[in-house]
């Protein structure tokens, strides 16, 4: 399918627009850019009941930041179901502030509490303290649902690009901790420590996500390359340690055409049919990589959003 006409004419704006690209950029310099531009092309942020801000404590004694969006009046005898939500960039760029909007539709139409987290970036913080710290808050809301009138017999995690990675490492964690959950909310996750597949080839170069960048971002949050190897950054081919992933909670998996991770998406997705995970793939024809913060500006990114929504209602029995 070709190009999305808007997704097309976007990338006509950013090439006119002849911005340094983010692996020419100094991480705090990348992370002012992405914070700049990441609401020019975004849905008008949706009313919700509230959101509170909160620390957290992790566990090496530091504390990271919640921010929690309750779409109706907290309630402890009918609380909400949950969603905790980790945000994409690299693990280098992004924030609860660029996702916010995401967020906040979310919540409002799938009628679901969401907490989203501000975990540590790189290269301040290399791998794998995004990990602990997306683990760590999952064992948080756990234990502390109850208080913030959410039930925790009705959670689920998600995130986009590197933010799916992440919620695929605690979905694993937490089967084997024991903690229930409903679903995966995976969109264009980062699943792969290589980069040799046929999307990556193709589109490497002129569709926003360039192979240059996806490196320079791997550059800034591994110690070095040996930590391709461990399944905690590659889900999907890691070297060492890779997980069974049977039992893990069901997956709906979002995956664009014109994506570099589209291949390994793919891939991700019939890895869990294989260990006989419940999957949902969908692939949006025409669109690419961060088309989930286009819905300002493309609006077939309504039917995507419906779909995200319509997925965790299914998993949280509210449809």
Known sequence: MPLNPKIAQILEMVARANRPPYHTLTP????????????????????????????????????????????????WAQPSPGLLYFHGGGFTVGSVATHDALCRKLAHDAQCAVVSVDYRLAPEHKFPVAVTDAFDALQWLAREAPTLGI??????????????TLAIVCAVLARDAGIDLKLQLLIYPGTSAWQKSDSHARLADGYLLSGETIQWFFAQYLRDDRDRDDWRFAPLDAARGTPDFAGVAPAWIAAADYDPLHDEDTAFAA?????????????????????????GFVPEVAAAHADAVRALREAFGTL
Not at 151 to 163: C, E, I, K, N, T
């Open 28 to 75: 705090k310099e990348a992370r002012a850019a992405y914070a700049m531009s990441a609401q020019i092309l975004d849905i008008a942020p949706l009313p919700v009941h509230a959101i509170e801000d909160l620390r957290i404590p992790v566990r090496d004694g530091a504390t990271i930041g919640v921010r929690v969006y309750h779409p109706i009046e907290p309630s």
């Open 151 to 164: 039930d925790p017999a009705r959670l689920a995690v998600g995130g986009d690009s590197a933010g799916g």
């Open 271 to 295: 890895k869990l049919e294989d260990a006989r995970v419940p999957v949902t793939l969908k692939r949006y024809e025409g669109m690419i990589h961060e088309f989930f913060k286009m819905g």
